[in-house]
């Protein structure tokens, strides 16, 4: 074993605490000394995370504010095998992976593996989800499947954020922050009554920071923030039986370039030294030459609105209707080579809308709880492209200009009806069964255009025009869940469960050849687990434990070759999607918090995952008999490890000064699905990030009434120079570029709340 590790986990021994119920329980109140519990909607009812059959981490929004968290990436690292990170070459999508399932490319036609819902609504694309965590009630994430109550695309788990609810006492809330690369965050929240059984919350925040990546050439800056968010939330109880939640929110993102680092030679298409990279590959000094040109742009703006009506028929029935209507809108210019050469740099503009209805019926009385419903959600995606690669064919073409421009549109109709039961044999014992089936219809075309200067025998031989036009891919899956809880005493609980996941199939949104036009096939997910819950010394200590074996199969890979005309002519890349194969992941989680003595609250938590492919078909791999099974799966680090601790001290007058800090350990990981050289086992360094802690730190001082609030936090104090993502073209110019954290940060907060 690792000596890192070694050292972690005997830390985490001699603290008596492996593993946190996550740094939401850092809450520990200081009169009370024991540890918050958060009640959560996991399973579609109310009820205590710590009775909640399954592995998951909730966060409430106290905490959130407590410990400086400003948007959804900073939950990076707090729970165990969970991968959130901002995504590849975009300032407003986020790559998601939980238990080394997820989405590993942000092409407009892939589904994510890990589904996002605010406030019950599902968002279908990775893009417009690097949230602002705005005036949230909680934070809830979901390990494991969730394929039952939550459908397609949960087969990683699922990501859940809930606002605040407008309530009948007036409530006032107001934040400013600013930090280094002149970093400032405004935020506002009112909420309170406007009639007897009507209520009204309103939100607002801004948040800029400049870039911390400049190109040394121009000064330019990359890799900023700047982003604008409103909501307006309307709580209407016209009877007592009856609730009505109403939201709207807009955001907007006008960041500029989110670039990286080139981690090996740059060539011409299929032959002939572009840009050199020195070997070995230097450490990252936060310097990128970009495109003279190239606008210093990505775009978003979304906005949407929601109706939740709750209806309760009688004390054990209840009928929930949830309708939501989204549009996404983007404008993202990309340098995917991160140089200042034009191999491939794209305009990527993605326009998005989709409307949802769920109908939701449940029963609670007695021994048996019972959720069952209706899901019905339409999407549309057109999608506009340029790719801009004047450098790519180089001086044996005449240095030709290129210029691909591709459109394609995506409409997907899917349709499902679930049930999950809960019944009580005894007051310890309770079995639990979900199925849901799902249909889904997905229509796409696309069509493809270049247009070169090169001439051949006097013609222009690459300028054509490619459309694709499939037939209407059908996709259609039942999906179960079957689990048993024991509870040993009050404070302990016992489980086992048994869950499938579905992600649908689809097309191949990068293809630009009839080659390339393949339907690939829909992935699903299988996992057994099992866990305990137990709180120990009157609700001072907690731990919580999982352990998980996952069958992942059909899983969808992009993968990247060359393909040459036959007798000659120019090299053409080919990006496919394909059904790779499976994998078998297994691994287990344990997650603690301890109040010792009043003021003082410790946390801990490990992770550990063990990813392999059992099949990984790519007929490039001639030496492997047309397998690369040997590669590692991305974004399965084999170990997540955390340690934490606040204490609050009193001081004289009542108010008190809050001591915060926390240490993250992540082990080697690939960061890409393509992480060897084509038919070999010769790792790519670039698509690799090696062993690395992270340290933060915060100090907090609160009025006696807690009203006002003056904090001061630090995160990679140790200024870690690290890589959270990493793409592979090397089809396109030999590109492998890696993405990088953010350097030393700090930021002062004022917060005063009424």
């Given at each position: 074993?690792n ?5 972690a ?6 603290w ?17 000394a ?11 009812t109310?009820?205590s995370?710590?009775r ?13 504010e407590?410990?400086?968290a400003?948007?959804?990436t900073?939950?990076?690292?707090a ?7 901002q995504?590849?070459g975009?300032?407003n999508?986020?790559?998601?992976y939980?238990?080394g ?15 996002v819902?605010?406030?019950?609504v ?22 494991g499947?969730?394929?039952?109550l ?13 606002s ?10 107001a934040?400013a ?5 002149d ?11 406007i009639?007897d ?9 801004h948040?800029?920071r400049?870039?911390y990546v ?5 000064g ?28 709207a929110?807009y955001?907007?993102d006008?960041?500029?370039?989110t670039v990286?680092?080139?981690t ?8 002939g ?10 450490e ?10 190239l ?12 109706a ?6 009688s ?11 989204r ?8 340098d ?6 034009e191999?491939?740099d794209?305009?990527?503009a993605v ?13 609670d ?13 339409k ?5 506009h ?15 030709a200009?290129f ?8 409409e997907?109709?899917?349709?499902a ?6 019944y ?19 229509d796409?075309?696309?069509s ?26 059908t996709?259609?899956d ?14 302990a ?7 499938q ?12 050849s ?5 339907e ?36 969808q890979a992009?993968?990247?070759?060359i ?14 999607v ?6 078998d992941?297994?691994g287990?989680?344990?997650e603690s918090?301890?109040v ?5 609250t410790?946390?801990?938590?490990v992770?550990?995952l063990?990813?392999d492919?059992?099949?990984?078909a ?14 590692d ?13 606040q ?14 800090a ?10 890409a699905?393509?992480?060897?050289l084509i038919?070999?086992a ?5 698509m690799y ?5 992270l ?7 609160s009025?006696?009434?807690?009203r ?6 630090g ?10 993502d990493a ?13 990088y ?5 700090w ?8």
């Amino acid at each position: 074993m690792n000596r890192h590790v070694k050292c972690a986990l005997l830390a985490g021994a001699a603290w008596g605490v492996l593993a946190g119920a996550s740094v939401a329980q850092e809450s520990g109140q200081t009169e009370a000394a024991t540890v918050e519990d958060i009640v959560v909607t996991a399973r579609r009812t109310e009820e205590s995370a710590q009775r909640t059959p399954l592995a998951l981490t909730a966060f409430s929004g106290e905490t959130l504010e407590r410990t400086g968290a400003q948007q959804v990436t900073d939950l990076q690292g707090a729970v165990p095998n969970l991968n959130l990170v901002q995504g590849r070459g975009s300032s407003n999508s986020t790559n998601i992976y939980i238990r080394g399932v997820g989405q590993p490319d942000a092409l407009q036609t892939f589904d994510p593996a890990v589904g996002v819902y605010v406030d019950d609504v599902y968002y279908s694309r990775i893009r417009g989800t690097q949230f602002d965590l705005l005036d949230l009630e909680r934070v809830e994430i979901l390990r494991g499947p969730q394929g039952t109550l939550y459908g397609k695309n949960t087969i990683g788990g699922a990501l859940k954020l809930v606002s605040r609810r407008p309530g009948q006492d007036f409530r006032v809330r107001a934040s400013a922050a600013y930090g280094d690369y002149d970093q400032i965050d405004v935020q506002g929240a009112v909420s309170g009554p406007i009639a007897d059984n009507l209520a009204l919350g309103l939100s607002a925040l801004h948040s800029e920071r400049g870039g911390y990546v400049t190109d040394p050439a121009t000064g330019a800056e990359y890799n900023d923030k700047n982003s604008t968010a409103v909501r307006a939330s309307l709580a209407w109880d016209p009877v007592s039986n009856i609730q009505v939640d109403l939201n709207a929110d807009y955001s907007k993102d006008d960041a500029g370039l989110t670039v990286g680092q080139p981690t090996n030679n740059l060539t011409y298409l299929g032959y002939g030294l572009a840009y050199p990279v020195p070997t070995p590959l230097p450490e990252y000094n936060f310097e990128t030459r970009t495109t003279p040109g190239l606008p210093n742009e990505t775009r978003l703006e979304t906005w949407g609105t929601s109706a939740r009506v709750t209806w309760d028929l009688s004390d054990a029935l209840t009928l929930k209707s949830i309708t939501g209507y989204r549009e996404l809108r983007t404008d993202d210019y990309i340098d995917f080579d991160a140089t200042e050469l034009e191999l491939a740099d794209a305009l990527v503009a993605v326009d998005q809308d989709q409307v949802s209805q769920e109908l939701q019926l449940t029963y609670d009385s007695g021994p048996l709880t019972a959720v069952g419903g209706l899901y019905y959600l339409k999407e549309e995606v057109a999608s506009h492209q340029e790719s801009y690669d004047d450098a790519l064919l180089g001086p044996l073409y005449g240095d030709a200009t290129f210029l691909r421009l591709i459109d394609d549109a995506l409409e997907t109709t899917s349709k499902a009806a679930y049930a999950n039961v809960s019944y009580a044999l005894t007051d310890a014992l309770r079995l639990s069964a979900g199925v849901r089936y799902t249909e889904e219809e997905k229509d796409y075309a696309r069509s493809t255009s270049v247009v070169s200067s090169f001439l051949l025998g006097g013609l222009p031989v690459l300028n054509t025009t490619y459309a694709f036009a499939p037939p209407t891919g059908t996709y259609d899956d039942t999906s179960i869940m079957l689990s048993v809880d024991y509870q040993l005493n009050r404070d302990a609980m016992v489980y086992a469960r048994y869950a499938q996941g579905f992600k649908s199939g689809g097309f191949n949104g990068r293809a630009n050849s009839a080659t390339e036009a393949t339907e690939y096939q829909p992935e699903t997910a299988d996992t057994f687990e099992v866990g305990a819950k137990n709180q120990y010394w009157d609700n001072r200590f907690r731990l919580n434990l999982a352990a998980f074996i996952t069958k992942y199969d059909d899983f969808q890979a992009r993968v990247s070759g060359i393909e040459t005309p036959p007798g000659g002519g120019v090299p053409t890349p080919v990006l496919s999607v394909i059904n790779a194969g499976s994998l078998d992941i297994a691994g287990f989680e344990i997650e603690s918090v301890l109040v010792p003595v009043p003021g003082l609250t410790l946390d801990a938590q490990v992770g550990f995952l063990d990813a392999d492919y059992k099949e990984f078909a790519d007929a490039r791999f001639t030496a492997f008999g047309g397998s690369r099974a040997f590669q590692d799966p991305a974004f399965s680090p084999r170990w997540t490890v955390r340690y934490g601790g606040q204490y609050e001290y009193g001081l004289t007058g009542g108010s008190t000064l809050t001591f915060g800090a926390a240490a993250k350990y992540r082990s080697r990981m690939a960061l890409a699905v393509d992480n060897t050289l084509i038919n070999t086992a010769t790792e790519l360094p670039g698509m690799y990030q090696d062993e690395y802690w992270l340290y933060d730190a915060r100090v907090v001082w609160s009025d006696p009434a807690d009203r006002y609030t003056v904090g001061v936090y630090g995160q990679n104090l140790s200024d870690e120079v690290y890589k959270t993502d990493a793409q592979e073209f090397s089809s396109i110019g030999n590109i492998r570029t890696a993405y990088y954290g953010a350097p030393r940060t700090w930021m002062i907060k004022f917060t005063a709340k009424y």
